[in-house]
């Protein structure tokens, strides 16, 4: 486990010591990226790199060259070290949710475009955390984000076959959480999904939890075959079409609900579906470190998954935007 004060700064004055120029940000990447020694990305030898020039690593196997923003979503970043850091910081401490412009703001970047490309990034690198799956008891069910969201918390049959001929501004998320014992929930994952059919739920089930788990659900057609997939089901079936939410599905409800209440505060819930997913990625890695105490902690755990996501450039975020409708 991370220690405050040892492996992240626990304060923004710490943040400050520890980060006064390019140099410190990048020996702290390479802390982050190599823990357990430099590899090198061509020959994959373990060793000590060996410092070129300020910015060059050279591996001393191969003689490969590379620095430690390469293949990074620092990658050819026009943008100091310090500014990325002081995002990350900023995005992290914000119990809501952070725009570009607020960003842009805080940070007193010249560029909106800039701030926006950080933001855009920055989501990207906290959709890393979502590789391990949910196990145990886990509640699935689908619920409305976006404008207009009817009141109910659940999805009434209607209003699902309404959006899923219309396939209106409203955006159907599918939305799994862990359910503790006694009380309680654990880890969440959610994605937006084009309509509530088996081939766009049964995906999502497999992508977010492991087989055997014991998975709660309506009494949709669309869960039909998760015996069949290695799951466990655990079927509640409302009776009359509009039982509260609340009771059948605890989970889900309070996960939508805080869900929604956080789109609204951040971004006044004029939210596109288009844009859905990176919320959503965004979101659920503040949940799912809901109890770091520490801000700096979720710093550290930023950088770390920022350092080993992929580089995305301006173009293939707004041409992904596009594409995803
Ligand atoms: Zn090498």
Redesign the pocket.
Known sequence: MPVSGRDYPGTWEQFLDWFPDEESCKEYLIRLRWPQGFV?P????TSEARQVSRARLM?P????QCTVTAGTIFDKTRTSLRSWFAAVWYITNQKQGVTALGLQRVLGMGSYQTAWMILHRLRRAMIRPARERLNGVVEVDESFVGRSAPNKGRVGKHAKRLADQYNMRRSIVAIAVEIKNPKGFGRVRMRRILDTSEASLLPFVQDSIEPGSLVRTDGSWAYQSLQENGYRRDKKVMVGADDPAHVSMPGVHRVAALLKRWLLGTHQGSVKPHQIDAYLDEFAFRFNRRSSRSRGLLFYRLLEQAVVTEPVTYGQIVSDAKHRK
């Open positions: 090198c061509r020959c994959g030898e591996c196997h191969c003689r490969y």
